[in-house]
């Protein structure tokens, strides 16, 4: 499975952005074979799930920090997952990257998440 994250950019604080990450390379299987999360790695931090979603989209998860402001959804029929961020804050600078694990339930544990894409960069001036 590859997977291609887009949609990063500049941003002043209470700004927006939309990320998109589109999945291919499936082997046999479907997009909705698999839940999507959305990480981001901020400078000097370790990586962290800021919220994932299940195959179907109507099970999520999102991280206390972007809670009321970020809204995970996929379309499946694209093939896409979307991260839609509101009210940003500087803190929320990061490289952002989607990623898929084996399983269409999503999940909190890094560790299961297998495939990754590439990560693309939000940038949040105050």
């Known amino acids: 499975v590859q997977l291609q994250a887009s949609g990063g950019g500049l941003v002043q604080a209470g700004g927006s952005l939309r990320l998109s990450c589109t999945a291919s390379g499936f082997s046999g299987r479907t997009f909705t074979s698999y839940a999507v999360g959305w990480f981001r790695r901020a400078p000097g931090k370790a990586r962290d799930l800021v919220a994932t979603?299940?195959?179907?989209?109507?099970?999520?998860y999102y991280a206390d920090s972007v809670k009321g402001r970020f809204t995970i959804s996929r379309d499946n029929a694209k093939n896409t997952v979307y991260l839609q961020m509101i009210s940003l804050k500087p803190e929320d600078t990061a490289v952002y990257y989607c990623?898929?694990?084996?399983?269409?339930?999503?999940?909190?544990?890094?560790?299961?998440?297998?495939?990754w894409g590439q990560g693309t960069l939000v940038t949040v001036s105050s």
């Open positions: 979603v299940n195959w179907s989209g109507d099970s999520t």
């Open positions: 990623a898929a694990p084996r399983s269409g339930g999503y999940s909190l544990d890094t560790g299961s998440y297998k495939y």
